[in-house]
T-cell receptor, first 115, second 112 residues
Framework: SAVISQKPSRDICQRGTSLTIQCQVD?????MFWYRQQPGQSLTLIAT?????????ESGFVIDKFPISRPNLTFSTLTVSNMSPEDSSIYLC????????????FGPGTRLTVT | DAKTTQPNSMESNEEEPVHLPCNHS???????IHWYRQLPSQGPEYVIH???SNVNNRMASLAIAEDRKSSTLILHRATLRDAAVYYC?????????????FGTGTRLKVLA
């Protein structure tokens, strides 16, 4: 298994600003994923972040809005740029367990409120 | 991407078995069926997964229909700590990357 921590755990931000969310894993992993969970909703995959390559974004998500860094095998950041109230969500990172079958471990999430 | 359909909510009495259904009629031959659950204010946690055969682990059992178009998560004796949102997920290979497509989930309420 993998232990994942996220910072901050929650934040309240003003519209038009940006927030960078950090995801730290206690072991080296190849694949990391970022999800968004809007209030009362299920999880939606934002992007897949592999170390050493550009993140791959899902339909509806763009790099200018959600830039991702993956500088090494234990760390990643997601930035929510030029925020609006619609960006108020929980943002979660997860990591792949490796091997087959491919399981994921999730962080506790970052609860973002945009006012 | 293949989708899953689950009931929005279910209730169970404590100590009784719970059967949580999931439909995935467009599943492909290489999609694994995963179940995760999300306790309040936490990230999802792995429960069980399978491909074709029924599976058992310490947390639950997974029954997969012969045509793989549906599956059922079975909690043998529900406890109050099992109250959570249960997600049925298809794990598919897309462009060389495995990724999860979450369904809407079933909110399980366990009654004391």
């Amino acid at each position: 298994s993998a232990v994942i921590s996220q910072k901050p755990s929650r934040d309240i931000c003003q519209r038009g600003t940006s927030l960078t969310i950090q995801c730290q894993v206690d072991s080296q992993v190849t694949m990391m994923f970022w999800y968004r969970q809007q209030p009362g909703q299920s999880l939606t995959l934002i992007a897949t972040a592999n170390q050493g390559s550009e993140a791959t974004y899902e339909s509806g998500f763009v790099i200018d809005k959600f830039p991702i860094s993956r500088p090494n095998l234990t760390f990643s950041t997601l930035t929510v740029s030029n925020m609006s109230p619609e960006d108020s969500s929980i943002y979660l990172c997860s990591v792949g367990a490796g091997g087959a079958p491919y399981e994921q471990y999730f962080g506790p999430g970052t609860r973002l409120t945009v006012t | 991407d293949a989708k899953t359909t689950q009931p929005n909510s279910m209730e169970s009495n404590e100590e009784e078995p719970v059967h949580l259904p999931c439909n995935h009629s467009t599943i492909s031959g290489t999609d694994y069926i995963h179940w995760y659950r999300q306790l309040p204010s936490q990230g999802p946690e792995y429960v069980i997964h399978g491909l074709t055969s029924n599976v058992n682990n310490r947390m639950a059992s997974l029954a997969i229909a012969e045509d793989r178009k549906s599956s059922t998560l079975i909690l043998h004796r529900a406890t109050l700590r099992d109250a959570a949102v249960y997600y049925c997920i298809l794990r598919g290979l897309s462009s060389g990357t495995y990724k999860y497509i979450f369904g809407t989930g079933t909110r399980l309420k366990v009654l004391a």
